[in-house]
């Protein structure tokens, strides 16, 4: 966390103090975040604290929040102050070591579920995990599958594997620069890997997360391009592999897919309504 404290005025009850939050510039739900972590409360419970809003603020309760405030403030994610970020219902632990799960990572998690089946047994492989959500997430949704996770980095695997174990699903982890190392052949092979130009104007707004989960390149691509290459020595005969990738990306990811041979070639959009993923299925045939 940021050192530093903000002083928050009139900060004597909870209204009090998330009106002092939006004086500053705070966003409300972030702020009501931030204040249930101070309290010692669970995150879900912001209604909890609409009922208490007229209740006294503890000093001590005050000064935390204060401090949580200014970490807010200097850039700090609202994820890595309370050391938690919900996943496709998934409470999952998050810190600096990891890149903080986000809401439009779900839409590679539909796209999977859907490819899978209920009840059989399937091969999954998870690139890249970072936190374990993606590979978490499809193992609660598909408990017959058998899933698999890789992350380069040591420190990134800890918290992955620490999420498993706490949400008790047995997603097999394990260090790997993307497929390398792997074995055998996976049915499906997804992956939100890093895609951000290394020039991105968006990046300094990224800077407390780790750069390495977010840069590929000149253009966003390299790992994408690696990814692409190397698939199909994992894949089954109509296996398939999901890609997240940037807002502008999805013509140049689908024409990588397509140019190695990949079929069905085809996207799907985020809420927000733009594409967000891409994937394709290695033929039976080649």
């Not at 994408?224 to 698939?231: H, P």
Request: glycine share 10%; hydrophobic share 45%; with cysteine.
């Amino acid at each position: 966390m940021t050192s530093g404290t903000t002083t928050l005025p009139h900060t004597h009850t909870i209204a009090q103090a998330l009106a002092g939050a939006a004086v500053l510039g705070l966003d409300r739900l972030d702020a009501q975040l931030l204040l249930l972590h101070a309290l010692g409360q669970p995150l879900d419970r912001r209604a909890w604290l609409l009922a208490h809003d007229g209740d006294a603020l503890p000093e001590g309760a005050a000064a935390a929040f204060g401090a949580l405030c200014s970490a807010r403030l200097a850039g700090d994610p609202v994820a890595y102050l309370v050391g938690e970020k919900e996943f496709h219902g998934l409470a999952l632990r998050v810190d600096p070591r990891v890149l903080v799960p986000r809401p439009d990572t779900e839409t590679l998690v539909e796209w999977a579920l859907a490819l899978l089946p209920t009840a059989a047994p399937a091969k999954v492989l998870d690139l890249g995990t970072g936190s374990g959500a993606i590979a978490l997430a499809i193992q609660r949704a598909r408990p017959a599958a058998h899933v698999e996770a890789v992350d380069r980095s040591a420190e990134a695997l800890a918290v992955a594997r620490a999420n498993g174990q706490r949400l008790g699903l047995p997603v097999h982890f394990r260090q790997g620069d993307w497929l390398d190392g792997t074995e055998g052949r996976y049915d499906l092979v997804v992956s939100n890997p890093p895609y951000i130009a290394a020039g991105d104007p968006h990046l300094p707004a990224l800077a407390r997360e780790p750069l390495q989960a977010l840069v590929a390149g000149a253009d966003g691509l390299d790992d994408i391009r690696r990814i692409v290459q190397d698939a199909p020595a994992r894949l089954v005969a109509g296996g398939w592999l999901l890609l997240e990738h940037g807002h502008d990306q999805s013509a140049a990811v689908q024409q990588l897919l397509a140019g190695r041979g990949f079929v069905q070639v085809q996207s799907r959009n985020d809420l927000a309504g733009i594409a967000r993923c891409a994937g394709g299925k290695w033929p039976a045939v080649k």
